[in-house]
Every structure is written in structure tokens, then in C-alpha cells.
């Protein structure tokens, strides 16, 4: 898949934290959830899922930038730090991943996998938490907001309400 892990993602989010308080610069983070991954295992088996969480990883290593980092976080879940993006050019990037996202055929066993869609939540820093865990806890809430929402959207986190 080609993306890091959550130890990695944990031992680099303070760091880069640290590094974009420091030097005056915006940073966000955000979480991507693959929607309705068990039905696509239960459906078409753990190979298809697998395939599917492949495309996925495929996609971000292609969308994002080199100083972006993107992680499997768990399950169908993936994190992705965006160091020296504002939340509206956050948003705007995980808008385009979902468009893309949505616009894939995936095959396995020679045929097409149903329709493919993915939510999102994004939160910024300083505005939505100074330290890794508040960070991860806004754009989780933003994300669980997006999945309330009808999933297949992405949501900025703003204060204690996510807004749309």
C-alpha cells in the first residue's frame, strides 16, 4: 500500500507539530474512513476488501505531496498530516481524493467492485488543538459528523460542532 503505520504516525505528529508552531506555519490532519469496507468483504470477500484498501493507499501516495504524510490507521481508517495547508486547502484536497476515490473501477476476480465511496474529517492546528491527540480527536469528530451527514463527504472540523 505503500503508507505508514500508526507508530509512525504517532512518533511524527508531535514532530511536525512542534516544527509548524515553530516556524508560523498552518497544519491539518485528517482521517479518511473507506465507507461500507465490511460489505465489500462480506460481498465480494477479504481479498476484494484488500484490493480495495490498496486503491485507496494507491490514490493517496499519488494525490498527496512528498511532505505530506499519509497512515493506515486502523481497519479502514487512514491519517493524513498536511504540513503548511490552511483547512480550506485541506479540505479542498480531501474533496478531490473522495471525487477520485468515488471514480474507480476496481476489479478483482475479473470483475468490477461496486461503487466505492469515502468520508472525511479535517482539523487544523492551532485553532482545533495544539497537541497530537486534540488534533486527532477534532478531525475524528469531524469525520464520525460526515458519516452522520449521509457519509461520502468530507467535514472541517470548527469548534465543538462540525461544520459541513
Known amino acids: 500500500m ?17 516544527r509548524t508552531n515553530r516556524d508560523g506555519v498552518p497544519l491539518c490532519v485528517a482521517m479518511l474512513d473507506l465507507d461500507y469496507l465490511k460489505q465489500f468483504n462480506d460481498t465480494f470477500g477479504h481479498e476484494a ?22 497512515c493506515r490507521f486502523g481497519g ?16 479542498h484536497r480531501l474533496e478531490q481524493i473522495r471525487l477520485l476515490v468515488k471514480g474507480l473501477q476496481v476489479r478483482h476476480d475479473d470483475q468490477i467492485l461496486g461503487r466505492l465511496t469515502v468520508s472525511g474529517g479535517v482539523a487544523a492546528s492551532p485553532e482545533h488543538g495544539s497537541a497530537a491527540a486534540e488534533l486527532l480527536r477534532a478531525a475524528d469528530d469531524a469525520l464520525y459528523a460526515a458519516k452522520q451527514a449521509g457519509r461520502d463527504r468530507v467535514v472541517a472540523f470548527k469548534g465543538k460542532e462540525p461544520a459541513a
Not at 512518533?11 to 511536525?16: F, G, K, M, Q, V
Not at 479502514?76 to 479540505?91: I, K, N, R, T
Request: proline residues 2%; charged residues 35%; negative net charge.
Open 76 to 91: 479502514e481508517e487512514f491519517v493524513l498530516v498536511l504540513p503548511g495547508s490552511s483547512l480550506a486547502d485541506a479540505q
Open 49 to 70: 476488501g484488500d484490493r480495495v484498501l490498496r486503491e485507496l493507499g494507491r490514490v493517496l501516495s499519488e494525490k498527496l505531496r512528498k511532505s505530506d504524510i499519509s
Open 2 to 18: 505503500g503508507l505508514y503505520n500508526r507508530r509512525f504516525l504517532e512518533e511524527s505528529l508531535a514532530r511536525e507539530i512542534h
